[in-house]
C-alpha cells in the first residue's frame, strides 16, 4: 500500500489509535494473560535462563521499558537488547541457559527473524510476541503470544502507538506469570499487579483527555526549539518512546538523556533555549530526577514534569505538572506515562502542519521487513 499523503487523514487516523487504544487493550488483556500463563508453564526454568528482550523500534523500546518488571516479578536476570546485534555480537552466549523473547507486530521484521534464527541454532530457547499469527517468525519460535489488537498501522504510513503500548502489556503479562510459577509471589501480590495493570489501562482515556490542551499548549509554544527527554529506569523507555513518535510525526530532532548523563553531558546544553520533559513518577530514579530538575530551572529551562498526581515536591520544582495515576509498580508506570508522549507527537505534528513519516514518500534502500510468504526463511 503507498504512503497516506493526505495530512489531514493521516493525522486522523493517527488520534482515532490513540483514542481506541485503552479499550482495545483492556479488551485483550484477558486473552494475551492467558497465553502468558501457558507458555511460562512450558518454558524450562532450571536452571533460571537468562532472558534476552529483543526487538527493533517500538518494539525495542518496550524491551526497554519492561526489562525490570522481569527482575522484580520473577527474579530473572532480564536484558533489553537491539534485535540486530543478538547475531553479530551476542550469539556465541546464547545457548540452552538464555531465553530469547523477540517482538516483532508484523513477523517480519528482518533483525526480528535473524535474532530468533541465531537463537534456534545455538540451542536458545525461543519465544515470539507478534500480532501477526502465521507470519514468518512463527516458523523460529518455540512460543508465541498473539497480540490480536487492531488499529496497528503498517502499511499505511502512520506511526503506531498500539504496538509499543501491547507490546509492554503481554511483557508484563509474562514476567508476572514467571514470577508466579517460580514462587516469587504469592496469589495476593500477583492480584495486585494484575489488578493494577487494568487500572493502568483503564485510566488511558482519562488521561488522553486531560492532557490534551496542555499538552498542545506546549508544542504551540515550542516555536522551533527542540525539547529534551529525561528518564531513568522504565522512564527511560518511555522516554525513547516519545523520541520515537515525535521524530516519526513531526521529525523534530527531540532529545533523549538517562537522568544521570543528563548531569554529565545534556546539562551543557540546557537553558531557554530547551524545554525538557521530566519522567518523576516514584521509584528508584526519583530523588536524583528531582535534584536534575532543580539544576535544570536553575539554568533557566523550561521545566515539565510527567509526575504523580498531587506530588507536592515535584510541583514545587515543575514549571507545570502533567499528572498520571498513582501506581504501587514502578514498573507499569510506562503505561500511563506513555499517553503524554502520544499527545506531544500529534500535537507537533499538528503544529508544524506535516505528514507523519514524511520521510518515507522518498524511502530509504535499505528494507526492514521481510515480504508475507513463510517460504522466504
Known sequence: MPPILDKAKSWEIYRDELERQGAALQRRLPAIAEQAEQVAQQIALDPAPLLYLTGSGDSYIAAVSCQHSYRELAGLAAWA??????????????????????????????????????????????????????????????????????????????????????????????????????????????ARFRNELERALASIDALLAAHDEAVRNFAARLAGRTPFLIGGGAGYGTALFGEAKVIESAMIPINVQHVEEWAHIRRFLTGLHSPSIFLATPGRSYARMLEIMRDARAQDTDVIAIAEAGDAEVAAVAHEVWPVPKLTFETLQPLTCAIPMELLAYWCMLQRDVRPFYADVRPIATGLTLPPHKDLL
Do not use: W
Not at 180 to 189: D, H, I, P
Open 81 to 190: 537488547v537491539e534485535a540486530f546485534d543478538i547475531e553479530p555480537y551476542h550469539a556465541p552466549l546464547l545457548g540452552a541457559g538464555s531465553l530469547l523473547i523477540s517482538t516483532s507486530i508484523s513477523g517480519r521484521t528482518k533483525t526480528a527473524t535473524a535474532s530468533l534464527a541465531a537463537a534456534r541454532a545455538r540451542g536458545a530457547p525461543t519465544l515470539l510476541i507478534t500480532n501477526s499469527a502465521g507470519s514468518p517468525a512463527t516458523l523460529l519460535a518455540d512460543h508465541v503470544i498473539v497480540l490480536d489488537v487492531p488499529s496497528i498501522d503498517t502499511s499505511g504510513f502512520i506511526p503506531s502507538t498500539m504496538s509499543y503500548m501491547a507490546g509492554m502489556v503481554a511483557q508484563h503479562c509474562l514476567a508476572l506469570a514467571l514470577g508466579v510459577r517460580l514462587g516469587k509471589l504469592s496469589g495476593a501480590q500477583a
